[in-house]
């Protein structure tokens, strides 16, 4: 069974970056479509960006993240990453990395329920 594990968030100012990172256990993660979503207190869970199986070439954010974070992978260490600039203090959540081992057309998917695994998610605050 595929565990994704995340890490990298923290604390941070307005304006500050963060890079999170999630690994993914298992010979599956190549073909695997990767997403990270984020949960904040009171809010349902959101899509904030994905990317696609193998060489990622296809990728998405939410309207409120697009120009501010970037996501990438490396098969080689089966990990996934977002590196987070120009933090704002509603960026502030618990961000969750998910996996979708089921087939992935190269299509990039936005909703929970598209992905097989998740993570126990990374405290991110962005302060004021």
């Known amino acids: 069974q595929v565990q994704p594990v995340e890490s990298g968030g923290g604390l941070v100012q307005a304006g500050g970056s963060l890079r999170l990172s999630c690994t993914a256990s298992?010979?599956?993660?190549?073909?695997?479509?990767m997403g990270w979503f984020r949960q904040a207190p009171g809010k349902e869970r959101e899509f904030v960006s994905g990317i696609s199986s193998w060489s990622g070439f296809r990728k998405d954010y939410a309207d409120s993240v697009k120009g501010r974070f970037t996501i990438s992978r490396d098969n080689a260490k089966n990990t996934v990453t977002l590196q987070m600039n120009s933090l704002k203090p509603e960026d502030t959540a618990v961000y969750y990395c998910?996996?979708?081992?089921?087939?992935?057309?190269?299509?990039?998917?936005?909703?929970?329920?598209?992905?097989?695994?998740w993570g126990q998610g990374t405290q991110v605050t962005v302060s004021s």
């Open positions: 998910a996996v979708r081992e089921r087939y992935s057309s190269g299509t990039i998917y936005s909703e929970q329920s598209d992905y097989d695994y």
């Open positions: 298992g010979p599956s993660f190549s073909r695997s479509g």
